[in-house]
């Protein structure tokens, strides 16, 4: 696993003058890996809201949360929409204890709850893959091969980070549709929702269009005929 130092550093600075900061960043991105360089997992601090069990324990949240000390982290926040009002109330509180660190999948109705309760109270702090400092900063000087593995398997660490070129593949392929799922989703929690194909046509279009410098100045469409988005310049 690389050492994101900086990336640590954002955060531990963010906490040393706020007491809630938002960890933002798409799925599989390392989110819950910094959290865990500031608490364990095994933590009765830490709630990760995709375990059933951790949810149960936050079934009577202000009870909960109220009596907890130190740091708490709250991974993928954004399924309990609910949180944000009553953390407004206790950051509010000068007698509450915690502090909070909030990891959420990137998404408009993220950063909208976020945005909205707690405006003004909130640090956010972006997370997205490796990129080309963190990876030869592992090395300690610049290394042509762990470049070349970047561009090759992308910044997600499970795909950077696989045995081989095979495994890394093998992960990214099944990570596509997942993805452009994650991507339709986001669409329609906007205000103004789209019809959206969860195809990977999408996602392969972005990254196609984007990825290289755009030379006309036109509007680009997901090739399924099933899907309403398009994107411009």
Request: aromatic share 6%; proline share 6%; charged share 20%.
């Amino acid at each position: 696993m690389l050492k994101r130092t900086d990336l640590e550093l954002s955060v531990k600075t963010a906490l040393s003058r706020s007491r809630a900061v938002v960890l933002s960043g798409p799925r599989q991105s390392g989110k819950s890996t910094i959290a865990q360089t500031f608490l364990s997992r095994i933590s009765p601090n830490y709630f990760d809201l995709e375990n059933p069990l951790h949810g149960q324990r936050l079934a009577e949240p202000q009870e909960t949360l109220s009596q907890l000390k130190g740091l708490v982290v709250i991974d993928e926040v954004q399924r309990s929409p609910g949180l944000f009002p009553l953390l407004r109330t206790l950051i509010d509180r000068s007698d509450a204890p915690g502090q909070y660190l909030l990891l959420g999948s990137a998404s408009p109705a993220l950063l909208r709850q976020a945005g909205e309760s707690l405006l003004g109270r909130v640090e956010t702090v972006e997370v997205s893959g490796f990129n080309l400092q963190e990876v030869c900063g592992a090395h300690r000087h610049y290394s042509s091969d762990a470049a070349t593995r970047l561009w090759l398997r992308g910044g997600f660490p499970r795909a950077y980070l696989a045995g081989s070129d095979q495994d890394s593949m093998a992960w990214r392929a099944s990570a596509i549709p997942a993805t452009s799922r994650w991507i339709c989703r986001s669409l329609a929690s906007m205000s103004r929702p789209l019809q959206c194909c969860d195809s990977g046509a999408c996602w392969r279009t972005i990254t196609g269009r984007y990825g290289r410098h755009r030379t006309r100045p036109d509007h680009w469409a997901c090739p399924s005929p099933r899907c309403a988005v398009i994107w411009t310049p």
